[in-house]
């Protein structure tokens, strides 16, 4: 394992290039994202009980992801041999097979530039750390659990529909929010911005500063 120190990227931060070896191939990461949404996500270690539930909910849902022009690429830095195998055992086990790319981080070079390791968890393995990272190469939100606690693919999901749409509608979203839901209007930064939305008509108005509307 490579001595570096681990870095933490943070959101805003454009998300460090690299290229590593996969169970898809030599991949050159930002040359693959190709203009893609992006959630990568790393896993303790290959043939462990939390991950294997992990990796095939998202290989199961694989397909609501793509939907939303998203790719998914995971990471351990345990081998490529490993990794295959893993695989191969839980087509077996689980009865489903990962369509996404699979790192092989051993040198650990990929891991400490996204800071996914936490001595303070293992100094051995990653911690189950995810990164969303929109078609500019930028990291739009970040999400670290510990080794003992999965991910809910469902809140994972639902982030990128919020990320996706804050953008695309120039909104933001509230708590619990869920397509369909209503988004927040963003606040007014002058004064005839105020006036303006005060004159807003079929919005929910709580307040100048806190307005609703459906999309």
Not at 94 to 111: E, S
Not at 171 to 200: S, Y
């Amino acid at each position: 394992m490579s001595d570096a120190p681990t870095t933490m990227p943070r959101i805003g931060d454009v998300a460090p290039d690299f290229t590593a070896p996969t169970t898809h191939g030599d991949l050159a990461f930002h040359a693959w994202k190709a203009g893609k949404w992006t959630i990568m996500f790393s896993h303790p270690a290959d043939f462990t009980p939390v991950c294997s539930t992990e990796l095939t909910e998202f290989a199961r849902r694989a397909d609501e992801f793509s939907a939303l022009d998203c790719q998914l690429i995971g990471l351990s830095i345990d081998s490529i041999h490993s990794h295959l195998a893993w695989i191969e055992n839980l087509k077996q086990i689980m009865g489903v097979a990962l369509p996404y790319p699979m790192i092989a981080d051993l040198t650990t070079d990929v891991a400490r530039k996204y800071g996914m390791i936490h001595p303070g968890e293992s100094a051995t393995v990653t911690v189950r750390a995810l990164f969303f990272i929109d078609p500019k190469n930028t990291i739009r939100a970040i999400i670290y659990y510990p080794l003992n606690v999965g991910r809910n693919v469902d809140e994972v999901k639902r982030t990128l529909q919020a990320l996706q749409t804050a953008d695309g509608k120039g909104v933001a979203c509230p708590v619990n929010w869920t397509p369909g839901d209503k988004v927040i209007v963003p606040p007014p930064k002058t004064v005839a911005q105020v006036a303006e939305r005060n004159a807003l008509q079929g919005v929910e108005r709580l307040d100048f500063y806190l307005v609703k509307k459906d999309l």
